[in-house]
């Protein structure tokens, strides 16, 4: 037997022993499963998408400094769930950890919840990212005629509509397509960080060149807020940069050595995100000139193409932007990828409106194809809020952070918490898991309430924060549907439901599955008798 079918058999064992069958194509090699979660970073293009939160919210210093200091914090959090991830590498990940790791008597609320938080989490990471990129194209379009093109919401809808779809087409092929267009994304997306950080520099002129003083020492704050809360409202760039990265948990049963290549997959990714986007930030920094205000509300729509417009002109700037977009509609993908695994596992276990229909594997592409499509319906009715004003579609960038951090925090506490068996995987920070899980903890908790808040004091209807009004709107429908008489989920709902029988946790291999809808008549009929 060869190490490949060895590390297989091994992964089929681990995952049967968690009560799942392996129903995925093993494709993802550990440089692939980084690649996943590096490429929903995205870094350039990501901090593109949201250098507007971070520009009138303390100006360079909240760039440059805002990123290290949230950065730090951020790796704690990784850290914490690699330490999950590698003890039990599940494509449930969140809920499934939640579920094994609490009491009994509210181990499946929590379960529920957290499976809510983590799939609109994820599919408001879909549509955050997708929206990023439209407004990226409209840029493009408005660079290219001189600057005498200026996107409407509308037009940039329908150029959000085409990406998310062409993004659902992508993601139904096979396994190993999707595996392989992981290096790619890395490849890219490494190129274009260098070749900001070396050219930007280079290439800009000195009008619009800044002083060290003024790139590290400037703060700008043009939202009303006291500066201390500014800085913290700054934390939302490179918060919703280097987030996301439970997607190579959601991988999992398609990675090869996944109890190792997980975890690493996680803290690898967050921690060179983490340096090269304090670089990207810095370049920026010094290249950006001192007339922000010019910059936020330039004809472009996109604060970064204009600093590439500035230094690069015309030409240069349509260049390196076609790469820009690029790597940004590639992050999308991989978020469609990674969003409807968390969806297909939830669905598995028959939590999910329309399970029996979402869970289903398609006998061709042997991919979840239901899932991606619902994921990609979900995320364009996201998209919806746009027409809403401009505060409610800023609330889809914030959900896919807050949504994400309380479907984090959770499983994490809950090791802690409650009296559990929890048995670390290879990745383990051993005595400095409990520091490190408070740190993470108190940290999102922290941020969850923060970004709740309106950007600036004196709101009104338009631009009030729509962030607690959806997030909590769909948390608080689920808990209502989990306590619904009679086919709420308090009445069937346990958790996650192996689909392996005993046999197969000593072969390591799963033989057949059952449906959903048979799943749920067998708990009701065991909770009857």
């Given at each position: 037997?060869?190490?490949?079918?060895v590390?297989?058999k091994?992964?089929?064992?681990?995952l049967?022993?968690?009560?799942?069958?392996?129903?995925?194509?093993?494709?993802?090699t550990?440089?692939?499963?980084?690649?996943?979660?590096?490429?929903?970073?995205?870094l350039l293009?990501?901090?593109?998408?949201?250098?507007?939160?971070?520009?009138?919210?303390?100006?360079?210093?909240?760039?440059?400094?805002?990123?290290?200091?949230?950065?730090?914090?951020?790796?704690?959090?990784?850290?914490?769930?690699?330490?999950?991830?590698?003890?039990?590498?599940?494509s449930?990940?969140?809920?499934?950890?939640?579920?094994?790791?609490?009491?009994p008597?509210?181990?499946?609320?929590?379960?529920?919840?957290?499976?809510?938080?983590?799939?609109?989490?994820?599919?408001?990471?879909?549509?955050?990212?997708?929206?990023?990129?439209?407004?990226?194209?409209?840029?493009?379009a408005?660079?290219?005629?001189?600057?005498?093109?200026?996107?409407?919401?509308?037009?940039?809808?329908?150029?959000?509509?085409?990406?998310?779809?062409s993004?659902?087409?992508?993601?139904?092929?096979?396994?190993?397509?999707?595996?392989?267009?992981?290096?790619?994304?890395?490849?890219l997306n490494?190129?274009?960080?260098?070749?900001?950080?070396?050219?930007?520099?280079?290439?800009?002129?000195?009008?619009?060149?800044?002083?060290?003083?003024?790139?590290?020492?400037?703060?700008?704050?043009?939202?009303?807020?006291?500066?201390?809360?500014?800085f913290?409202?700054s934390?939302?760039?490179?918060?919703?940069?280097?987030c996301?990265?439970?997607?190579?948990?959601?991988?999992?049963?398609?990675?090869?050595?996944?109890?190792t290549?997980?975890?690493?997959?996680?803290?690898?990714?967050?921690?060179?995100?983490g340096?090269?986007?304090?670089?990207?930030?810095?370049?920026?920094?010094?290249?950006?000139?001192?007339?922000?205000?010019?910059?936020?509300?330039?004809?472009?729509?996109q604060?970064?193409?204009?600093?590439?417009?500035?230094?690069?002109?015309?030409?240069?700037?349509?260049?390196?932007?076609?790469?820009?977009?690029?790597?940004?509609?590639?992050?999308?993908?991989?978020?469609?990828?990674?969003?409807?695994?968390?969806?297909?596992?939830?669905?598995?276990?028959?939590?999910?409106?329309?399970?029996?229909?979402?869970?289903?594997?398609?006998?061709?592409?042997?991919t979840?194809?239901?899932?991606?499509?619902?994921?990609?319906?979900?995320?364009?009715a996201?998209?919806?809020?746009?027409?809403?004003?401009?505060?409610?579609?800023?609330?889809?960038?914030?959900?896919?952070?807050?949504?994400?951090?309380?479907?984090?925090?959770?499983?994490?506490?809950?090791?802690?918490?409650?009296?559990?068996?929890?048995?670390?995987?290879?990745?383990?920070?051993?005595?400095?898991?409990?520091?490190?899980?408070?740190?993470?903890v108190?940290?999102?908790?922290?941020?969850?309430?923060?970004?709740?808040?309106?950007t600036?004091?004196?709101?009104?209807?338009?631009?009030?924060?729509?962030?607690?009004?959806?997030l909590g709107?769909?948390l608080?429908?689920?808990?209502?549907?989990?306590?619904f008489?009679?086919?709420?989920?308090?009445h069937?709902?346990?958790?996650?439901?192996?689909?392996?029988?005993?046999?197969?946790y000593?072969?390591?291999?799963?033989?057949?599955?059952?449906?959903?809808d048979?799943?749920?008549?067998?708990?009701?009929?065991?909770?009857?008798?």
């Open positions: 037997m060869t190490t490949k079918e590390i297989a091994a992964d089929e064992a681990l049967a022993r968690l009560g799942y069958k392996q129903e995925f194509k093993r494709a993802f550990p440089l692939e499963v980084f690649g996943i979660a590096f490429s929903i970073i995205g293009p990501s901090i593109a998408s949201v250098l507007f939160y971070a520009i009138p919210n303390g100006g360079p210093s909240a760039m440059v400094w805002g990123w290290a200091v949230a950065s730090i914090f951020i790796l704690c959090v990784g850290m914490s769930m690699a330490e999950l991830g590698s003890a039990a590498p599940t449930g990940g969140l809920y499934f950890w939640t579920h094994s790791l609490s009491s008597r509210c181990r499946n609320l929590l379960s529920w919840i957290v499976g809510y938080a983590n799939t609109i989490g994820s599919i408001s990471s879909v549509a955050s990212i997708d929206w990023g990129c439209a407004v990226q194209i409209a840029a493009a408005s660079i290219g005629s001189g600057q005498a093109f200026v996107a409407t919401q509308a037009q940039i809808f329908g150029i959000y509509v085409a990406i998310v779809l993004h659902a087409v992508i993601c139904c092929l096979g396994t190993a397509i999707l595996a392989r267009l992981q290096t790619v994304y890395v490849i490494v190129c274009l960080c260098f070749a900001v950080i070396i050219g930007l520099p280079a290439a800009t002129p000195k009008d619009f060149k800044n002083s060290a003083s003024f790139a590290l020492g400037n703060f700008s704050n043009f939202n009303g807020w006291t500066d201390g809360y500014a913290i409202l934390f939302l760039a490179p918060l919703w940069t280097i996301s990265f439970d997607s190579s948990v959601h991988i999992s049963e398609e990675a090869s050595n996944a109890a290549a997980v975890p690493w997959a996680i803290v690898s990714a967050i921690g060179i995100a340096v090269l986007g304090w670089a990207i930030n810095v370049s920026l920094a010094f290249c950006m000139g001192t007339d922000l205000e010019s910059i936020l509300n330039s004809p472009v729509g604060p970064m193409a204009q600093i590439f417009f500035n230094s690069f002109g015309q030409n240069g700037t349509l260049a390196l932007w076609a790469i820009v977009v690029l790597v940004q509609y590639m992050m999308g993908s991989s978020m469609v990828l990674a969003a409807s695994r968390q969806s297909f596992a939830f669905a598995r276990d028959g939590a999910l409106p329309f399970s029996s229909i979402l869970y289903r594997m398609n006998s061709f592409t042997g979840p194809v239901n899932t991606v499509w619902f994921v990609a319906m979900i995320s364009i996201l998209g919806l809020l746009a027409f809403a004003g401009a505060g409610a579609i800023d609330a889809v960038f914030a959900i896919s952070v807050t949504a994400l951090y309380i479907a984090y925090s959770i499983p994490i506490s809950a090791r802690f918490i409650f009296n559990n068996d929890f048995k670390p995987g290879p990745f383990s920070l051993g005595v400095f898991s409990l520091p490190v899980a408070i740190i993470s108190s940290f999102m908790t922290f941020m969850d309430l923060v970004f709740f808040f309106p600036t004091p004196q709101t009104n209807v338009t631009t009030m924060n729509y962030t607690v009004v959806v709107g769909v608080l429908l689920s808990v209502v549907w989990y306590y008489p009679v086919y709420g989920g308090v069937w709902f346990t958790g996650p439901v192996s689909n392996v029988s005993a046999g197969d000593t072969e390591g291999v799963g033989r057949r599955s059952s449906s959903v048979n799943k749920v008549d067998v708990i009701a009929e065991e909770k009857s008798a």
